[in-house]
């Protein structure tokens, strides 16, 4: 149980052109769902916390007219990069979960995002 | 905010044990996680911990203690495809995570 999966899982785009990740959580509905970065041999990076039915919250310098998050149903949430750059060019994952008890986040297999 | 530490590599022989350490300086603390990466690959979860102690699972232990801001995850009887990058992260649902330590495992 608790599989997260993303799409597409990477991606090419050019400079200037938009594109838009899909996160699903498979086999349990997910209230909130976050966004993260990771450049190589980085961390991630929390970019915004999506929740269901309502806006989402963006961490501090994430511009969140460049980064549209949507999270229409319980079980997908969408990630659309606008008007992308090269320096976009990430590696983006979702987590679903880190309620309850445990906290715990399942991580989607991620997004290999390039910009040219 | 939040200030994570863990040393960037560390390198060891099949068949030992490996400690890695993290330490921690947060204006809230809730829990502290471990996770595994594997390059290019999403995280997976190791453990949790939100009392001082140690939790044990399998050839996976994570020890916290919260007056020290100090936690270390403690693998056992390393296997090579144990080589990936160990996460420290704190928080509760948001997490803040740590730059990663890489852990080669060499035959």
């Known amino acids: 149980g608790a599989v997260v999966s993303q799409h597409p899982s990477w991606v090419i785009c050019k400079s200037g052109t938009s594109v838009k990740i899909e996160c699903r959580s498979l086999?349990?509905?997910?209230?909130?769902m976050f966004w993260y970065r990771q450049f190589p041999k980085q961390s991630l990076m929390l970019m915004a916390t999506?929740?269901?039915?309502?806006?989402?919250?963006?961490e501090q310098g994430v511009e969140k007219d460049k980064f549209l998050i949507n999270h229409a149903s319980l079980t997908l949430s969408t990630l659309t990069v606008t008007s992308a750059h090269p320096e976009d060019s990430s590696f983006y994952i979702c987590?679903?979960?880190?309620?309850?008890?445990?906290?715990?986040?399942?991580f989607g297999p991620g997004t290999r995002l390039t910009v040219t | 905010g939040q200030n994570i530490d863990q040393p960037t590599e560390m390198t060891a022989t099949e068949g030992a044990i490996v400690q890695i350490n993290c330490t921690y300086q947060?204006?809230?603390?809730?829990?502290l996680f471990w996770y595994q990466q594997h390059a290019g690959e999403a995280p997976t979860f190791l453990s949790y911990?939100?009392?001082?102690g140690l939790e044990e699972k399998g050839r996976f232990s994570s020890f916290l203690s919260r007056s020290k801001g100090y936690s270390y995850l403690l693998l056992k009887e390393l296997q090579m495809k144990d080589s990936a990058s160990y996460l420290c992260?704190?928080?509760?649902?948001?997490?803040?995570f740590g730059a990663g330590t890489t852990v080669t495992v060499r035959a």
């Open positions: 999506s929740n269901e039915g309502s806006k989402a919250t963006y």
């Open positions: 987590s679903a979960g880190g309620t309850g008890d445990s906290y715990e986040q399942y």
């Open positions: 947060t204006s809230g603390f809730n829990g």
């Open positions: 992260a704190v928080g509760d649902y948001k997490l803040s």
């Open positions: 086999d349990f509905q997910a209230t909130t």
């Open positions: 911990n939100v009392l001082d």
